[in-house]
C-alpha cells in the first residue's frame, strides 16, 4: 500500500503552524496526524498529494514534476522523502511518500476535515500533540529540511507577503529557527541574495515609519 502524507505548514503570529487532522475511524481512532491518504492504482503520486491539500485547504494546485518543487503565489510544495519502516501502519505494509508543503500568511483562511477525519485544525509545529503512525517523524524531518536550506531554497519567503520588508523576513526567519538574528548580520545577509530586489515600493514598519520592500524572484528550474 502506498500512502501521500502532506507537511503543510504556515506562520501563524509567534508560531508556526502545522495543519493536522483528527482520524475519525481506525486505527489511531481520535488521534492527531497529518493529512493525507491512500494513493489510487492509476493515480501519479504527485496528483495524490495536490488532491489531499485541495481536500484539506481549498488550495486547487497544479500537479508538480517529479523532479522540480511546485511554486505558486501562494504556494511552495516539493516532495520530502519516503518512509516505510515496516510496522508503522497497523493495517499492513505501507510506504508513504511525504511533502512539504509551505503556505503563505493569511492564504487559508479556514481548513475543513475530509470525509474520513473528524476534525482539522492548525497546531504549533513545535509542540505536538500525539500523533498517529510515525507522523512526528515525519514533522521533525520536515522541520529540519526548513531549517537546513533557509538560503539555498529560499524557503523562509514563503513566510512573508510577494512584496516584504527585510523586517517581516527576519521575522520569518527567527520563526524557523526559533532564535533572535543580528539586525545588521541579516541584512548583509539578504544583500548577498541575487533573487532579493528591490520593489520600488515603500511600506511601513511596526511603528509607521517608511522602509523599503522587496521581492524575491527564484530561479526557475
Not at 141 to 169: I, K, Q, Y
Request: net charge positive; hydrophobic share 40%.
Amino acid at each position: 500500500m502506498v500512502t501521500v502524507d502532506l507537511v503543510v505548514l504556515t506562520p501563524m503570529d509567534d508560531r508556526l503552524g502545522v495543519l493536522l487532522i483528527r482520524r475519525g475511524h481506525e486505527p489511531f481512532r481520535d488521534r492527531w496526524a497529518l493529512p493525507g491518504g491512500f494513493v489510487d492504482i492509476d493515480e501519479p503520486v504527485e496528483a495524490a498529494a495536490c488532491r489531499e491539500l485541495a481536500e484539506e485547504t481549498g488550495l486547487h494546485l497544479p500537479q508538480p514534476s517529479p523532479r522540480s518543487a511546485l511554486r505558486t503565489s501562494r504556494v511552495w510544495m516539493d516532495q520530502l522523502r519516503s518512509f516505510g519502516l515496516p510496522g508503522r501502519d497497523p493495517r499492513g505494509r505501507t510506504i508513504t511518500v511525504a511533502y512539504l508543503v509551505l503556505i503563505r500568511p493569511g492564504c487559508v483562511q479556514t481548513v475543513r476535515a475530509g470525509d474520513d477525519a473528524a476534525d482539522a485544525k492548525w497546531h504549533n509545529a513545535h509542540r505536538l500533540p500525539k500523533l498517529a503512525f510515525d507522523h512526528r517523524d515525519v514533522v521533525r524531518c520536515a522541520l529540519a529540511r526548513l531549517r537546513d536550506n533557509l538560503d539555498h531554497e529560499g524557503l523562509a519567503f514563503w513566510f512573508v507577503p510577494t512584496v516584504f520588508s527585510l523586517d517581516e523576513l527576519q521575522a520569518a526567519y527567527e520563526l524557523i529557527l526559533r532564535q533572535p538574528l543580528d539586525r545588521q548580520a541579516f541584512q548583509r545577509r539578504v544583500s548577498k541574495m541575487s533573487s532579493v530586489t528591490p520593489a520600488g515600493e515603500r511600506g511601513k514598519d511596526s511603528r509607521g515609519r517608511p522602509v523599503r520592500l522587496y521581492r524575491h524572484r527564484p530561479a526557475r528550474g
